[in-house]
Every structure is written in C-alpha cells, then in structure tokens.
C-alpha cells in the first residue's frame, strides 16, 4: 500500500510580487505584511502587538515549530511561528492560525 502525502498548506514568502499584501492571524494578534523584495524577505509589517504597532521594515527569515526544530526558509505556515528580523533584534510571532494573501483586485484565503 502507498502512502499520499499531500504538502502543508503555506505561503513561499520568495515566490510572491513586489506589493503583495499578507494578512496573518495567531492566537492573539493579527499582522499585516507588504512584500516589498521577496527574495531577500523584505517586508513591512505592522501588528496588534506593541512592538510592531507602527509599520517597520523587516527581513522575513523563516517559520519554526514554537517548540523548535526544522527552520523553513522563506515559508509561512499553519501552526509555525514566523522569526523577522530587525536593525535592533529579532521577533517572534505566536504561531499562525490564519492566512490570506491579495493583490490588486484579487484575495484568497491560504488557511
């Protein structure tokens, strides 16, 4: 008998356009990313989470388990937790519960 694996559903922050908006939820706050250079992982981002209250520019690196372990370069997925960094630090998000990715004139829901 063959196993099917199907892959987690997700966003490949380096495979977006200049200008692209994300809109996450965790648990607790909401975030709003504006891809500015995806292939870096350049983003503005603002939150409901005081540290990220005013718009600031970022570098997106990654998403993890809360707990640790495998580091997802560039992805943004259900349950993980995103890491940006910061001219003064790195942050870390709650892990994400929600997605939704629009553009000009369209919008769709990731998870």
């Known amino acids: 008998m063959t196993e099917t694996v199907a892959p987690?559903?997700?966003?490949?922050m380096r495979r977006l356009k200049p200008g692209i908006i994300i809109l996450l939820g965790s648990e607790s706050h909401v975030y709003e990313m504006k891809v500015m250079y995806p292939v870096h992982g350049i983003v503005e981002i603002s939150s409901t989470d005081a540290p990220l209250r005013l718009a600031t520019v970022g570098q997106f690196l990654h998403s993890t388990h809360w707990s640790?372990?495998?580091v997802l370069s560039g992805w943004i997925g259900k349950g993980?937790?995103?890491?940006?960094?910061f001219r003064n630090g790195i942050y870390?998000?709650?892990p994400?519960?929600?997605?939704?990715?629009?553009?000009?004139?369209?919008?769709?829901d990731v998870f």
């Open 80 to 85: 993980l937790v995103m890491q940006i960094r």
């Open 68 to 70: 640790g372990g495998n």
């Open 8 to 12: 987690a559903p997700g966003i490949d």
């Open 92 to 94: 870390t998000s709650q």
């Open 96 to 108: 994400i519960v929600s997605a939704r990715v629009s553009g000009e004139g369209w919008a769709y």
